[in-house]
């Protein structure tokens, strides 16, 4: 009977957990949960600080292929630098555990591979402990969310419509994240405002 009674208290906490994750990520139109983070140059941002601004949320893993595609052929630096100057701002998140693929890697490291790729997100922010990326319930590299001025959650999912790794593919997707960006713009409500992320899985 001990033994039964301590598996059920292990399924009743775990099934706790998980309610509170479920919970503790925001759903379409509901407030975007807050956090603090520390970028590459050691700076704290805060998501609350950018009240009044688009945010875009980025899931990044510089080792993933799906994030090669969309990196190598410049469609992501494009889109952050188009976002950037219309007056958003792009928080590109690495939740990848340190000694997981692409959470290896050191700020030094980081900060010369967003130079190479030409990326032009506001920050690059490190979540090596996963708490931030487990908050949005982030899956996938990437996996985007686009937050409008008012802090609620417009956009999340996918960053396009062709699910490869296959840069050639680029040309025809829809771009999911620039269409939520251009109706927020337009003060528009966003018309497709969640799809299924594709890419690796996050690596907590």
Not at 75 to 91: D, E, F, H, K, V
Request: net charge neutral; charged share 20%; proline share 6%.
């Amino acid at each position: 009977m001990r033994i039964k009674s301590s598996l059920l208290t292990i399924a009743l906490v775990a099934m706790t957990a998980l309610v509170t994750v479920a919970r503790a990520a925001a759903g379409i139109g509901e407030t975007a949960p807050d956090f603090t983070l520390t970028d590459i140059n050691g700076k704290a941002h805060h998501l609350s600080e950018f009240k009044g601004k688009v945010v875009v949320l980025e899931w990044h893993n510089p080792d993933c292929p799906f994030v090669h595609k969309h990196y190598d052929s410049g469609n992501l630096p494009a889109l952050q630098r188009s976002a950037t100057a219309s007056g958003a701002i792009w928080l590109t998140i690495n939740s990848g555990a340190p000694d997981q693929e692409g959470g290896n890697y050191t700020p030094a490291q980081l900060q010369e591979y967003l130079l190479q790729n030409k990326a032009a997100p506001t920050a690059y922010l490190l979540d090596p402990d996963g708490k931030v990326g487990r908050l949005f319930g982030a899956k996938t590299t990437p996996h985007m969310f686009v937050i409008s001025a008012e802090g609620k959650l417009a956009y999340s999912g996918a960053i396009d419509s062709v699910r490869s790794a296959d840069a050639g593919d680029i040309p025809a997707a829809k771009n999911y994240v620039a269409a939520a960006l251009a109706d927020l713009k337009a003060g528009r409500p966003v018309a497709i405002s969640s799809t299924r992320p594709y890419g690796c899985g996050v690596k907590y």
